[in-house]
């Protein structure tokens, strides 16, 4: 390992005293990364004064150990098709260990992204004219997508119960039809912080199989999440449940390499395997070969930088929620359980029209629109809080003094 990337240091501003990470921070999350001029999506759509925390991906470095191999790879110069087997072992000892579940290797379907994954399982699982459940406020290509595909979007909304979001399983159950085929289940739930408790999901797998749905767990975020929370992938519950659920999991949040473009479906169910690889063979490329290199490094050497980035994010997440608290009472954030979004009710601030609008010029602060993920999501913004302390301080000074002025 570079010594460069790694200042071994006590931090004052964030001390680790989470549980999540003992030890001295090793990583430099606190680091100002320039990515002005990377061709970041997120840096790349706004003046330059804006600080963009919306789309989701943090202004960390990856790993080390993951940057290595990205390099040994690029040494190595010769960039031909790939082949994830070793990647495969390391998924399959992976959900071992973390789940005591067993997959085997020929479940796993590798992916270029979860987005592909999921419109592979909308157009295998259901017919034109049939339809896809899902629970908004929710990450909005899973309603955006189905009924531009000629599915039916079924959709009753989650339920806010205090600062958080639970599910109304009268209305989740009185919502499915004959006509419904898939519920995609989001947990950690993008945008509302929810993880799930195993409660809360042997009720849901218990409704999908007597009601004979095929559950598509979106599970992208399984390995960003805070103390006491711990994620339970909803197959690993049974045999049962497994043999009706796709799972979809990547390494692009855990280690901050969206852009590498990896991802993976588990299907035990050797009929769903089928429809899924009628729809997905010839119209999915496989995976980058970057993208593989980067998820077998990160998954097998880049445990002690995710305890050290969940640490800090634990630390953004606790200072967000003071911040709000103590100095913007007017806007309500919702409890983080999992995942770096924090999602904001802003229906109590007085904001003239839209919140995200309002922030961005306002402000200049980038926010995500929450009428962007369905119903229940007006007048709300989701915030990315992985980013440098600093700068989410900046942020958070600069909409207290636009809310100041209204
Ligand atoms: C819940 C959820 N699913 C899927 C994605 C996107 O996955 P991909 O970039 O692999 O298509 C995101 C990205 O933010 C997400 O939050």
């Known amino acids: 390992m570079s010594e460069k990337f790694f200042r071994p240091r006590a931090c004052s501003l964030h001390p680790p005293t989470c549980g999540l990470y003992a030890g001295a921070m090793k990583y430099d999350f ?8 990377t061709d970041s999506v997120k840096w790349g759509v706004h003046p330059d004064n804006v600080i963009p925390l919306w789309i989701a991906d943090m202004d960390f470095r990856s790993p080390e150990p993951v940057i290595e191999a990205l390099r040994a790879r690029v040494n190595h110069g010769v960039f031909g098709y790939g082949l994830p087997r070793k990647l495969a072992g390391v998924l399959t000892d992976r959900m071992k260990k973390l789940y005591d579940w067993t997959v085997d290797e020929p ?12 419109n592979v399982a909308f157009q295998a699982f259901a017919a034109p004219g049939e339809g896809v459940l899902a629970q908004p406020p929710l990450y909005f290509p899973i309603l955006r997508d189905p009924p531009e595909h000629g599915r039916i979007l079924q959709d009753p909304p989650l339920v806010r119960n205090g600062d958080s979001y639970e599910i109304d399983f009268e209305l989740f159950e009185n919502t499915i039809t004959e006509a419904t085929r898939i519920f995609v289940l989001c947990n950690p739930h993008n945008p509302v912080g929810r993880v799930y408790t195993k409660p809360e999901l042997e009720k849901i797998a218990e409704i999908c199989l007597r009601r004979r749905l095929i559950v598509c767990s979106d599970e992208i975020h399984c390995d960003l999440i805070y103390p006491p929370y711990h994620h339970i992938p909803i197959a690993a519950l049974g045999p049962e449940v497994e043999d009706r659920t796709v799972t979809l999991m990547a390494p692009s949040k855990t280690y901050n390499v969206a852009g590498l473009e990896c991802g993976f479906a588990l299907i035990r169910n050797a009929e769903l395997r089928r429809a899924w690889k009628n729809i997905s063979h010839g119209t999915l490329p496989g995976v980058n070969l970057m993208g593989i290199v980067a998820a077998a490094a990160g ?10 980035v969940l640490a800090y994010l634990q630390g953004n997440r606790d200072f967000l929620l003071k911040y709000f608290r103590e100095k913007m009472p007017e806007i309500g954030m919702c409890k983080v359980e999992g995942t770096y979004m924090a999602w904001l009710d802003c229906r109590k601030a007085g904001i003239p029209g839209n919140a995200a609008k309002f922030f961005l010029e306002k402000s200049q602060v980038a926010l995500s629109d929450g009428a962007d993920f369905g119903k229940g999501g007006e007048n709300y913004v989701r915030l990315n809080f992985a980013c440098p302390r600093r700068r989410l301080i900046l942020a958070l000074d600069r909409m207290k003094s636009a809310l100041g002025s209204l």
Do not use: A, H, K, T
Request: overall charge negative; hydrophobic content about 30%; cysteine-free.
């Open 299 to 308: 998954y097998s050497q880049g445990q002690e930088w995710l305890e050290q």
């Open 107 to 118: 479940q796993i379907q590798f992916l270029p992204g979860i987005v592909p994954g999921l």
């Open 30 to 37: 606190d680091q100002d990364i320039e990515r002005r001029g």
